[in-house]
């Protein structure tokens, strides 16, 4: 039997409660796949509802990922989870590193490096 893709105000409700209650279904972080299997809804469904004009559901989605935007950051900093995982995930929030290779000399202004290569024949 195909599942229901009418947005109730039950399945709203639902929705809101994990948003704020995610870890009470033993999740570390909320997610949309997580809150797909708690309200036994598919991902293309759920955002087909964030779609409707005055649903609400968008804002649920929107407090989703900054929550786990703000689970990610508090417990990376803490070590609570695996680092790799943890930056991971926070690009997709447009968290990424950055390291600058440009050597600085007099002035600021880049180094200048000349290399020379030399062949000798064997």
């Not at 004009?53 to 804002?59: I, K, V």
């Not at 995982?85 to 200048?112: A, C, Q, R, W």
């Amino acid at each position: 039997m195909a599942r229901s893709s009418e947005l109730t105000d039950e399945i709203i409700q639902e929705a809101k409660n994990y948003a704020i209650n995610f870890a009470d279904h033993g999740h570390a972080i909320p997610s949309v796949v997580g809150l797909c299997s708690v309200i036994n809804r598919s991902r293309s469904t759920i955002y087909r509802w964030a779609e409707i004009e005055g649903g609400g559901f968008r804002d649920i989605l929107d407090e989703i990922n900054e929550r786990q935007e703000l689970e990610l950051l508090n417990k990376g900093l803490r070590d609570d989870f695996n680092s790799n995982i943890t930056k991971l995930v926070l690009g997709k929030h447009g968290y990424h590193d950055k390291s600058d290779s440009t050597l600085s000399g007099p002035g600021g202004k880049p180094v200048e490096v000349e290399s020379t290569i030399t062949f000798v024949g064997v």
